[in-house]
C-alpha cells in the first residue's frame, strides 16, 4: 500500500531531536531502525479531499503550538507486524478540532482521534514484550511532554508539505 496523505502535526526541533535519539539507541540495542519523522496524525487517506485540508487549515492555527503529554503505550495491529507508540493527551481545543477535521474524512474513521505518536513501526509481533521494556528503559524518567509547533498536510507519492499552521519552517525530513 502506498503512504497516505496526511493531516499532521510535527513536534519542535528539540522534541523531535530527542525522539530519534531514542530511535537510535533502540536500534543500538539491535532494534528494527525507525526512519519516520516523529509527528502526531490526525487523519489520512489514500487522497484527502480538499475540503478536509480547507478545515483543518480554519481550525488548527488558533490551537498551535499545542503541548501534549506522555500517558502510557499502546501496540496498534493484529497481525505479524505490529505498532507500538505512546499514547498522548493534549488540550480539549485540539482534541475537539482534530475530532472534527476526522469527522470530514470520508476516509477516516469518523470523529475519533486517538493522539499518538509512533515510536515503533511495523515491529515483527514476537519481539513487541522486549521493544516496550527497552523502551520503558529509555524513557521513563524523561520525554513526558512534547509541543506540535506546526500542522501540516502532507502528500508523500509528490513529497509536498503544505503548513496550515504555526512554523513555516522547511520540514527536510518529512
Known sequence: MASPENILLHLSEDDEQQVRDVFTRLEERGFPAQQQTPHITITFSP??????????????P??????FQRVGS????????????????TTDELEIAARQISALNPDGRGPRWI?????GLRLPREIIPDYIRALDEL???HLKEFTAVRAAFWRPRARELTVLAGTKASCNSC
Request: glycine content about 2%; charged content about 20%; hydrophobic content about 50%.
Open 47 to 60: 487522497n484527502m479531499h480538499d475540503d478536509v485540508v480547507q478545515r483543518a487549515a480554519e481550525l488548527l
Open 62 to 67: 488558533p490551537v498551535i503550538p499545542a503541548a
Open 74 to 89: 499502546v501496540v496498534f495491529g493484529t497481525k505479524r507486524k505490529q505498532t507500538v507508540a505512546w499514547l498522548l493527551e
Open 115 to 119: 493522539p499518538h505518536l509512533t515510536v
Open 139 to 141: 524513557t521513563s524518567a
